[in-house]
């Protein structure tokens, strides 16, 4: 069963439900997880650009309408918060979900939220989405700016209180700031290699051998314009020429998966993700892609959900 390292499904949970809906995972998500064989994921809370003006109000609407979600889906989902509680999960025969925080533009200044968020159940987070904040830059962000005084507070506040550090998103600068301070592995849950794909968002050799050096895991990125700049090269097999690469760059034991499905967002007018990826129900196939391509079931495991499920057990301790 996989795990997935980055699902935006809080995003379309709190977008429905403020709209009046309810029950939105069993009715429009459960299916498709399941088709997947997806096990586990991160679900982030996102703050939208569109709401940047007033983020923490938006992270406690989000945080309320996953309250109301909850009611719905008690049978079917296990919110985790450590390692036990995967295996519990596993035994229910449900998934584990550990909530997570895309970009922290909602603390502002005040990085003693990150204390709330973790007693909410956050064992997750990335400094920044693509912007630039009060702690880092995002990749849209001054590209000469990395963290702040601030920023390298609460990235160790998050790493003492044993949160997940994610530096998808981030700038160059700020991504080795991060290096140059971490005290445990650090993930890039969905980023792809920028060698073969140019992408600002996607991780150059250097980036992919710090991460390696933390002994950390980059998660596969299925969204089609972090697979190939060439439409007609947005497929699977071309994702699938990511993991390789990745895979013989810095080893099966640092590379993942990190979907980042979002074709049920409303802007979205175009599918987002690369030809035979397109939503949650096709990620087995990245697994029949693994095998064809003569990876070995241990390897095709650590992809799976080894390599993160590492990365929990020695990080998320309660």
């Not at 403020?18 to 399941?34: A, Q, R, T, W």
């Not at 003006?53 to 296990?78: G, T």
């Not at 790493?159 to 994610?166: A, F, P, R, S, T």
Request: hydrophobic content about 35%; proline content about 2%.
């Amino acid at each position: 069963m996989k795990f997935d390292a980055h699902s935006d499904i809080w995003t379309d949970v709190a977008v429905k439900t403020l709209k009046g809906e309810n029950n939105i995972i069993k009715k429009y998500h459960y299916d498709n997880l399941v088709k997947g064989k997806i096990g586990g994921s991160i679900f982030v809370i996102w703050t939208e650009p569109k709401n940047y003006h007033r983020a923490l109000e938006r992270v406690r609407e989000i945080q309320e309408c996953i309250k109301k979600e909850l009611e719905y889906i008690k049978d079917i989902i296990l919110i985790a918060k450590n390692y036990d509680d995967i295996i519990k999960a596993q035994k229910e025969n449900k998934i584990y979900i550990f909530i997570g925080f895309e970009g922290l533009i909602s603390i502002d200044d005040n990085i003693d939220l990150i204390d709330e968020y973790y007693e909410y159940g956050a064992r997750h987070a990335s400094l920044t989405w693509n912007e630039e904040n009060k702690l880092a830059s995002g990749v849209r962000g001054d590209p000469n700016k990395g963290l702040t005084d601030l920023g390298k507070k609460a990235l160790r506040k998050m790493q003492d209180k044993g949160m997940i550090v994610d530096v998808s998103h981030l700038n160059d600068k700020s991504f080795f700031d991060v290096i140059d301070i971490t005290s445990a592995p650090i993930i890039a849950s969905h980023s792809n290699s920028r060698v073969l794909c140019k992408s600002l968002r996607n991780l150059t050799d250097e980036q992919l051998k710090a991460i390696r050096d933390t002994k950390g895991v980059v998660g596969l990125n299925s969204y089609k314009g972090f697979i190939d700049e060439n439409k007609d090269k947005q497929t699977i097999e071309r994702a699938l020429d990511h993991i390789k690469y990745i895979a013989d760059k810095i080893g099966i034991d640092h590379i993942g998966l990190g979907f980042d499905y979002n074709e049920y967002f409303e802007d979205e007018i175009t599918p987002p993700s690369v030809k035979g990826l397109e939503n949650a129900s096709k990620s087995y196939d990245i697994i029949i892609k693994l095998k064809e391509a003569g990876f070995n079931n241990e390897e095709i495991e650590k992809i799976e959900y080894k390599n993160f499920n590492r990365i929990i057990k020695e990080i998320v301790k309660y």
